[in-house]
């Protein structure tokens, strides 16, 4: 589905030049949920930029679909963008313009007649639980509101891709799980395939099926999220799952766990026990 081969990005500031993002080789196959987390200047943002050319890369090669997206001239990739729904951390809705009105927006622009945008909106503001919301303006919503309106208008024209740039960072912990409920709903419903940044890792234990974990621009370690959970190979992705709490693995891993495994789990816990060396023999 997305494909990065060998992609590299460098911005020119003054006589100097950043590096953002250095030669990411990466493949999103359709349906996966697929996270990308890092922590700040780690090029994730950047990296999803490049997805649909809003930045093009300085090398490399960026496919969709198996089309070169950085060879496609301006009016058909304008045509393949309508194919990649985008939703915000900081929503990006018009205030001046109703839950519903920001929803059409997008069609609108597809040409869409009054009719099929009438119809199209309130099938989309059922979809995410806002159908009593339509005529309400921005400033009327909740953080977790105005997020539902975003990914209902990144939906409007049924696009194959979903891109979520740090989603849920400006959101309270139960909005967020709620949120990514329905960022799983999209996926399963829909057969959309979602690539999502974050610097979270319980978002990424909550819903994806992959994880790639950049820093300093590189792709450190990447692979199935119950993997990266079990056997992390690179210092930062300990450091990551080290801040998620692991008294018990979510309901995404343990399904994992048992695509793979025939026996029962269980979590030890010794009372006051502390840290150990136990390459020593005991």
């Given at each position: 589905?997305?494909?990065?081969?060998?992609?590299?990005?460098?911005?020119?500031?003054e006589?100097?030049?950043?590096?953002?993002?250095?030669?990411?080789?990466?493949?999103i196959?359709?349906?996966?949920?697929?996270?990308?987390?890092?922590?700040?200047?780690?090029?994730?943002?950047?990296?999803?930029?490049?997805?649909?050319?809003?930045?093009?890369?300085?090398?490399?090669?960026?496919?969709?679909?198996?089309?070169?997206?950085?060879?496609?001239p301006?009016?058909?990739l304008?045509?393949?963008?309508?194919?990649?729904?985008?939703?915000?951390?900081?929503?990006?809705?018009?205030?001046?313009?109703?839950?519903?009105?920001?929803?059409?927006?997008?069609?609108?622009?597809?040409?869409?007649?009054?009719?099929?945008?009438?119809?199209?909106?309130?099938?989309?503001?059922?979809?995410?639980?806002?159908?009593?919301?339509?005529?309400?303006?921005?400033?009327?919503?909740?953080?977790?509101?105005?997020?539902?309106?975003?990914?209902?208008r990144?939906?409007?024209?049924?696009?194959?891709?979903?891109?979520?740039?740090?989603?849920?960072?400006?959101?309270?912990?139960?909005t967020?799980?709620?949120?990514?409920?329905?960022?799983?709903?999209?996926n399963?419903?829909?057969?959309?395939?979602?690539?999502?940044?974050?610097?979270?890792?319980?978002v990424?234990?909550?819903?994806?099926?992959?994880?790639?974990?950049?820093?300093?621009?590189?792709v450190?370690?990447?692979?199935?999220?119950?993997?990266?959970?079990?056997?992390?190979?690179?210092?930062?992705?300990?450091?990551?799952?080290?801040?998620?709490?692991?008294?018990?693995?979510?309901?995404?891993?343990?399904?994992?766990?048992?695509?793979h495994?025939?026996?029962?789990?269980?979590?030890v816990?010794?009372?006051?026990?502390?840290?150990?060396?136990?390459?020593?023999?005991?």
């Open positions: 589905m997305i494909e990065f081969k060998d992609v590299s990005k460098t911005f020119k500031v006589k100097s030049e950043i590096q953002a993002v250095k030669d990411v080789s990466l493949t196959n359709r349906g996966e949920i697929y996270g990308i987390i890092g922590f700040s200047g780690a090029g994730k943002s950047t990296l999803l930029r490049l997805v649909n050319m809003l930045e093009r890369p300085t090398s490399g090669t960026i496919l969709i679909k198996g089309v070169d997206v950085g060879k496609l301006a009016k058909k304008r045509a393949e963008r309508r194919n990649i729904g985008m939703i915000f951390q900081n929503f990006n809705l018009f205030l001046s313009r109703t839950v519903a009105g920001n929803v059409a927006y997008p069609l609108k622009l597809a040409g869409w007649s009054k009719a099929k945008i009438t119809e199209r909106v309130a099938e989309l503001l059922e979809f995410v639980g806002l159908s009593d919301k339509a005529r309400h303006y921005p400033d009327q919503l909740s953080g977790g509101q105005k997020q539902r309106v975003g990914i209902a990144a939906l409007a024209t049924s696009p194959d891709i979903l891109i979520c740039d740090e989603a849920t960072s400006a959101l309270d912990p139960e967020t799980s709620d949120i990514l409920k329905l960022l799983k709903k999209v399963h419903d829909l057969g959309i395939t979602i690539l999502l940044i974050t610097h979270e890792m319980h990424i234990q909550s819903i994806c099926d992959k994880v790639a974990i950049m820093e300093n621009g590189a450190i370690e990447h692979g199935p999220v119950f993997d990266t959970f079990t056997k992390p190979q690179h210092a930062t992705t300990r450091r990551f799952i080290g801040s998620v709490q692991q008294d018990l693995p979510s309901k995404h891993i343990l399904e994992e766990w048992r695509l495994n025939d026996g029962a789990l269980y979590r816990v010794f009372t006051g026990a502390t840290r150990m060396n136990l390459s020593c023999p005991l």
